[in-house]
């Protein structure tokens, strides 16, 4: 009698079901568990104990955290105020394309800084399947306090146009990304370097030859408003030329103000040659005011805005203003968002990268509105 010879049978590979039966909650629960599901009601308990019997079973957990990762594919853009002006819709547009550009799509909602809205958003946005993260967005520069169910969550999230509460921004001559710094900077962010911005134009005005600069602001409460004034005064610090608070307005980002406070600069005893306004709007006031006192832009004042709206290359003459990076910040977002969710940015260990509070350059766009003035002061 010939000896048959046997296979050896291949242990049996452990299921979801398997795990359920031992940690003793229902298989849809050991997928919640181990699909990663954003917003999944599961106890912490419950979800250690889940994980922990999968991999004492030897169960795949890697490769099914990998497959929920590159599912997930929606981004929930969540943002105080979408407003006629063109900036919230820029940055919406640098989410979106960087976005589109790895498979992801951008639901974008307004809660008008109501907090029970901004709950109900996030409580039904957060049991999507396909839910990724989360970019946190504020119409003006500002801190921000994040809801609870974010600070909770173990989501991805980045704050755009905004910094957590608490988190000290560092501002100097190394303007860009501080690592960590501060306090609360939990979630990365990112917003305008304003006070490199106000400085840079001011500079500007100082290298063409102007000593007398007069600056048009903004509501003075606003952060935005508050570091394009400390850019303006230390250009004027670093040239050698004393603060005047006589050449300094606040006005309300209109142009209406732009030019009422521009002929009040220009009535001075000794009126500036030159004025840096914290928008364009205010700058295009500041315009009509020179026209009507006779002044020829830039031959007899110069002017510079801040933003580079659509508008100002239309002007007459076209405006020389300041970039505000809106697009870009919006793109970093999405970037950042996706990169840390689906952890293309972990090194080979698979930790990832420190928390970047990144403080984005806003640069100087020189058209024809600036000139030395006719009497070098």
């Known amino acids: 009698m010939s000896e048959q010879t046997s296979k050896p049978t291949r242990p049996r590979r452990a299921t979801m079901t398997d795990i359920a039966k031992l940690a003793g909650v229902s298989q849809s629960t050991v997928s919640l568990v181990i ?7 599961v106890s912490r308990a419950t979800r ?3 994980l922990r019997i999968a991999r004492e079973l ?3 957990l890697e490769r099914h955290a990998h497959a929920a990762r590159e599912s997930r594919n929606l981004i929930l853009y969540l943002t105080d105020e979408l407003t006629t002006s063109p900036h919230a819709m820029q940055t919406i547009d640098g989410a979106k394309d960087a976005a589109w550009d790895q498979d992801c799509l951008v639901a974008v909602f307004a809660t008008r800084s109501d907090p029970e809205l901004e709950a109900a958003t996030l409580a039904r946005m957060l049991d999507h399947p396909a839910l990724l993260g989360v970019i946190y967005a504020t119409i003006f520069t500002r801190a921000a306090r994040l809801p609870p169910v974010l600070t909770r969550a173990a989501l991805p999230t980045v704050l755009l146009n905004c910094h957590e509460r608490g988190h000290e921004r560092a501002h100097g001559a190394a303007h860009g990304p501080a690592h960590g710094a501060g306090h609360g900077g939990r979630h ?12 840079a134009a001011t500079l500007h005005l100082i290298a063409t030859g102007h000593r007398r600069i007069g600056f048009i602001n903004g509501e003075g409460w606003l952060e935005a408003a508050g570091l394009r004034l400390k850019g303006y005064r230390e250009a004027l610090a670093s040239a050698g030329i004393a603060f005047d608070a006589a050449l300094v307005r606040e006005g309300d980002w209109q142009v209406s103000d732009g030019y009422r406070l521009a002929l009040d600069l220009l009535a001075l005893p000794d009126a500036p040659t030159a004025l840096f306004c914290a928008n364009d709007l205010m700058a295009i006031g500041a315009l009509d005011a020179a026209r009507e006192r006779k002044l020829s832009v830039p031959r007899d004042l110069s002017i510079v805005g801040y933003d580079d709206q659509d508008v100002a290359r239309y002007t007459h003459p076209p405006l020389s203003t300041v970039l505000l990076p809106n697009y870009d910040m919006g793109r970093w977002a999405a970037e950042t968002l996706i990169g840390r969710a689906r952890g293309s940015h972990a090194d080979a260990h698979g930790r990832q990268p420190d928390i970047v509070h990144l403080e984005m350059d ?16």
């Open 35 to 41: 699909n990663h599901m954003s917003g999944a009601k």
């Open 48 to 50: 250690e104990a889940v």
């Open 58 to 60: 030897g169960y795949p």
């Open 188 to 199: 990365p962010s990112v917003v305008p370097d304003e006070l490199a911005g106000g400085y």
């Open 362 to 377: 806003c640069p100087l766009v020189t058209r024809d509105s600036v000139a030395p003035p006719r009497i070098r002061l």
